[in-house]
């Protein structure tokens, strides 16, 4: 089932998915369990992490939240960490896992800087480099050619 929070900072809605050990179809977080904040990579949406969502050994033992990143799924665009902040605010959750594929690790990257008293750990997949190199770009000239 998807969620959706109305956050004051964001152009519209962010739609969200939330299971936790009691429930899997939840709208809040069971304080009594640790926080999962699953982040996918671009051009696709929180159904990435469904194989880890429908996992015993995740739902069991873990809240888990997965955000459509703005401007994909169901949620719009706008500041990726500042808007996760404040959806983890509304849920009331004070500490956290997080987990990103792709530019989803950026935006937990980000996360984490910006609010480390809430980062209980940080697992990056797959994260590209913020901003291309000279050498990077020079690679894709040449092979332009």
Known sequence: MVNYANITSAPGRLAYRLSTPRNRVATGIDPAFSSVLFCHPPWLDHYFFCPQL????????????????????????????????????????????????????????????AHPEIVESLTMVGPPTPVETDLVMMGFTDSSK
């Open 54 to 113: 429908d996992d015993p050994i995740f739902y069991n033992e873990y809240n888990l939240v997965a955000i459509d990143m703005p401007g994909h799924g169901m949620s719009l665009l706008k500041e990726l960490a500042g808007l996760y902040y404040e959806v983890l605010q509304a849920l009331k959750i004070e500490k956290i896992h997080l987990v990103g594929g792709d530019m989803g690790s950026l935006a937990h990257m980000r996360l984490a800087l």
